[in-house]
């Protein structure tokens, strides 16, 4: 079976230091991955997807940058973090070409102070 | 107008009561339809994909009405267990899923 696994669960940084959050997904090959953000009482925002290794799609402009060095593990940085970008972010993937269903990560918990 | 709309609740039920959630979308085009559910500072976790025809899962029942662009899910004999909050999703195709705020349910004893 599919297991995506996301790290750390809880972050805390300091404005301005920079941010690596890492995801695997084990037990599929080619999945679809995201990256979203969801700030307090509010909904999930789409970061990034990627469809394959090296293919970023961005969909809202941003402090943040993501890579997929390889099939199974999608990575969302940040050179220097802002205190907005303190939220839950939750990484996903799926199969096939869109529209499917998600599986999430647990989620890293990232406040900036 | 945001593309996915919930009443955000909270919906406070005793044990055992039937409580429905509604959600509209905007998008005439959007393909696929879920339900998630989300606990406090957890991920959201797939509850059920709604059909057009209508379908159900034990105690739960989600509809489609593509023509109103409205989705409903129902939850029968509700338990305490269910308290969480409902995420309505909506894919457009492509890679853009959109999920609602999401509405809050507690289930008291």
Redesign the interface.
């Known amino acids: 079976s599919q297991t995506i696994h996301q790290w750390p669960a809880t972050l805390v940084q300091p404005v301005g230091s920079p941010l690596s959050l890492e995801c695997t997904v084990e037990g599929t090959s080619n999945p679809?991955l995201?990256w979203?953000r969801q700030a307090a009482?509010?909904?999930?925002q789409?970061l990034f997807?990627s469809?394959g290794i090296g293919q970023i799609?961005s969909?809202v402009p941003q402090n943040l940058s993501a890579s997929r060095p390889q099939d199974r593990q999608f990575i969302l940085s940040s050179k220097k973090l802002l205190l907005s970008d303190s939220g839950?972010y939750?990484c996903a993937w799926?199969a096939g070409t869109?529209?499917?269903?998600?599986?999430?990560?647990?989620?890293t918990?990232l406040s900036v102070l | 107008r945001k593309e996915v709309e919930q009443d955000p609740g909270p919906f406070n039920v005793p044990e055992g009561a039937t409580v429905a959630f509604n959600c509209t979308y905007s998008n005439s085009a959007s393909q696929s339809f879920f339900w998630y559910r989300q606990d406090c500072r957890k991920e959201p976790k797939l509850l059920m994909s709604v059909y057009s025809s209508g379908n159900e899962d034990g105690r739960f029942t989600a509809q489609l009405n593509r023509a109103s662009q409205y989705i409903s899910l129902l939850i029968r004999d509700s338990k305490l267990s269910d308290s969480a909050t409902y995420l309505c999703v909506v894919a457009r195709g492509g890679f853009k899923t959109i999920f609602g705020a999401g509405t809050r349910l507690f289930v008291k004893a």
């Open positions: 679809n995201y979203y009482g509010r909904g999930l789409l997807y469809v799609s969909e839950f939750l799926s869109g529209g499917e269903k998600l599986f999430f990560g647990s989620g918990q």
